[in-house]
């Protein structure tokens, strides 16, 4: 069983930065974060596995995702944020060692998610 615990969410202005991390409990070989706002579905946001990254056109070149192997730690940096980056942010993660590369920003490549962080970005 893996735990995820995330932090870092908050309220932000329209243009601004903010950094969410989520730190798990054993070993993972994918992490990802989603994101869900209200009335909407679930999407991915960014991903990573065997040092490889992933974005949702909706966010590149504006998020970074990165972890610290050491501290077991998953991050998510968020810069030039608009009002549609409004959601509650969840991490995902996963230790199956069979998984396609081209479905980490799908929820159902993870078996093990967090209890959410709120953004709210403020125009």
């Known amino acids: 069983q893996v735990q995820l615990v995330e932090s870092g969410g908050g309220s932000v202005q329209s243009g601004g930065s903010l950094r969410l991390s989520c730190a798990a409990s054993g070993y993972t070989n994918k992490m990802g974060w989603f994101r869900q706002a209200p009335g909407k579905e679930r999407e991915g946001v960014a991903a990573?596995?065997?040092?490889?990254?992933n974005y949702a056109d909706s966010v590149k070149g504006r998020f970074t995702i990165s972890q610290d192997n050491a501290k077991n730690t998953l991050y998510l940096q968020m810069n030039s944020v608009t009002p549609e980056d409004t959601a509650m942010y969840y991490c995902?993660?996963?230790?199956?060692?069979?998984?396609?590369?081209?479905?980490?920003?799908?929820?159902?490549?993870?078996?093990?998610w967090g209890q959410g962080t709120q953004v709210t970005v403020s125009s």
């Open positions: 995902a993660a996963g230790r199956s060692p069979f998984f396609s590369m081209s479905r980490l920003l799908v929820s159902t490549s993870y078996d093990y």
């Open positions: 990573i596995a065997r040092g490889i990254t």
